[in-house]
């Protein structure tokens, strides 16, 4: 039993605190069933919802005093109608679900958990490389299918199998995802050029650069930048036209970093060779995404940060972020 001391006069009146509602609202990316929920179920009564839709928010967080949220929108007008909640831990790294400001102006605390999918999402991007120089699956799926039964030969390819050795990967974005990216690419022996605000001078094997000799020198240019009002549709008509046309575009960061209509017609046009995203604009993607039948396009379902390992750190640093605030110590703390 938990106890708190409340003060009655001068004598002191040991009452048992109200236990703590935690509402997770969106649980199901997170944890589909192979992890579970005992590191939060210690701190109070815990309520998990897979998925909340819109209508159903106030009613499920109307008597929290914490909300866990991944992707469900926690608007202004929503935290003033909770006057019980206290604390919303975000389980992803970027926070624009909710407005730090009107939340500490309140007095609620707002957390994230930065870098825990890092090694995930940079295993990735060469996922996708190695798809494009490698054709592992259209090799594989010609053997099944009995050609090499037929071949005269003891081997055949069915295009050109290329060494990332001393090709050039291009880094948009330089903060953890994109030099663990840099790392792995030192590994394979290729040339690294990297544009960021925050590297203004080369650093080891990673050669700093402005962005139009980025997007002209780069044989694959992977997005690792943040998504603000410079950096919004970055990838466009104009920087696509820069770029050669056997480049290969990866972007593992944020959907809104491309134009997706550009990049769908320079592909359609012969532009550059093939793009790779994890990422769209709208997620679910709407019907008629000019990008979903593009030439030469790969999509995948934003779950480059989804790995089991990935995931049993983000839930780990969800349980240890409430618990920071519960000490009077919030770490990760956006507001």
Same mark, same amino acid.
């Given at each position: 039993?938990?106890?708190?001391?409340?003060?009655?006069?001068?004598?002191?009146?040991?009452?048992?605190? #109200?236990?703590?509602?935690?509402?997770?609202?969106?649980?199901?990316?997170?944890?589909?069933?192979?992890?579970?929920?005992?590191?939060?179920?210690?701190?109070?009564?815990?309520?998990?919802?897979?998925?909340?839709?819109?209508?159903?928010?106030?009613?499920?967080?109307?008597?929290?005093?914490?909300? !866990?949220?991944?992707?469900?929108?926690?608007?202004?007008?929503?935290?003033?109608?909770? #006057?019980?909640?206290?604390?919303?831990?975000? @389980?992803? +790294?970027?926070?624009?679900?909710?407005?730090?400001?009107?939340?500490?102006?309140?007095?609620?605390?707002?957390?994230?958990?930065?870098?825990?999918?890092?090694?995930? !999402?940079?295993?990735? !991007?060469?996922? &996708?490389?190695?798809?494009? +120089?490698?054709?592992?699956?259209?090799? /594989?799926?010609?053997?099944?299918?009995?050609?090499?039964?037929?071949?005269?030969?003891?081997?055949? @390819?069915?295009?050109?199998?290329?060494?990332?050795?001393?090709? @050039?990967?291009? %880094?948009?974005?330089?903060?953890? %995802?994109?030099?663990? @990216?840099?790392?792995?690419?030192? $590994?394979?022996?290729?040339?690294?050029?990297? &544009?960021?605000?925050?590297?203004?001078?080369?650093?080891?094997?990673?050669?700093?650069?402005?962005?139009?000799?980025?997007?002209?020198?780069?044989?694959?240019?992977?997005?690792?930048?943040?998504?603000?009002?410079?950096?919004?549709?970055?990838?466009?008509?104009?920087?696509?036209?820069?770029?050669?046309?056997?480049? !290969?575009?990866?972007?593992? $960061?944020?959907?809104?970093?491309?134009?997706?209509?550009?990049?769908?017609?320079?592909?359609?046009?012969?532009?550059?060779?093939?793009?790779?995203?994890?990422?769209?604009?709208?997620?679910? #993607?709407?019907?008629?995404?000019?990008?979903?039948?593009?030439?030469?396009?790969?999509?995948?379902?934003?779950?480059?940060? /989804?790995?089991?390992?990935?995931?049993?750190?983000?839930?780990? %640093?969800?349980?240890?972020?409430?618990?920071?605030?519960?000490?009077?110590?919030?770490?990760?703390?956006?507001?």
């Amino acid at each position: 039993m938990n106890l708190i001391c409340w003060k009655r006069s001068q004598n002191f009146v040991l009452a048992e605190r #109200p236990k703590m509602k935690i509402v997770v609202l969106d649980g199901h990316c997170l944890n589909p069933g192979d992890l579970d929920w005992k590191g939060l179920e210690k701190f109070g009564s815990l309520e998990v919802h897979p998925r909340t839709s819109p209508d159903q928010l106030l009613n499920r967080a109307k008597d929290a005093d914490v909300l !866990v949220t991944n992707k469900c929108i926690l608007t202004n007008d929503l935290i003033d109608r909770l #006057p019980s909640l206290k604390y919303i831990g975000v @389980t992803a +790294t970027g926070y624009n679900v909710v407005d730090p400001i009107h939340c500490k102006a309140n007095g609620i605390t707002v957390t994230n958990v930065p870098g825990y999918s890092t090694l995930s !999402v940079a295993q990735t !991007v060469f996922a &996708h490389i190695l798809h494009h +120089t490698n054709q592992v699956e259209t090799h /594989a799926n010609s053997v099944r299918e009995g050609k090499w039964e037929k071949c005269p030969d003891f081997c055949y @390819t069915l295009g050109p199998v290329t060494e990332l050795a001393g090709k @050039t990967l291009g %880094i948009l974005g330089f903060g953890a %995802i994109g030099r663990k @990216t840099a790392e792995i690419a030192q $590994a394979f022996e290729m040339k690294i050029l990297a &544009h960021s605000r925050s590297l203004s001078k080369d650093s080891e094997n990673v050669r700093a650069v402005g962005l139009y000799e980025l997007l002209e020198s780069s044989d694959f240019l992977s997005l690792h930048c943040p998504l603000n009002d410079s950096t919004q549709q970055i990838i466009n008509r104009e920087s696509l036209a820069r770029m050669k046309r056997s480049s !290969v575009l990866i972007n593992t $960061a944020r959907g809104p970093l491309v134009d997706e209509r550009a990049l769908a017609e320079n592909l359609n046009g012969d532009g550059i060779a093939a793009a790779y995203l994890d990422v769209l604009s709208i997620e679910p #993607p709407k019907p008629g995404n000019p990008l979903s039948q593009a030439k030469n396009c790969w999509i995948t379902p934003h779950y480059a940060w /989804a790995s089991f390992e990935s995931r049993n750190r983000l839930m780990k %640093i969800v349980c240890e972020n409430l618990e920071s605030f519960l000490k009077g110590n919030p770490k990760n703390q956006v507001a």
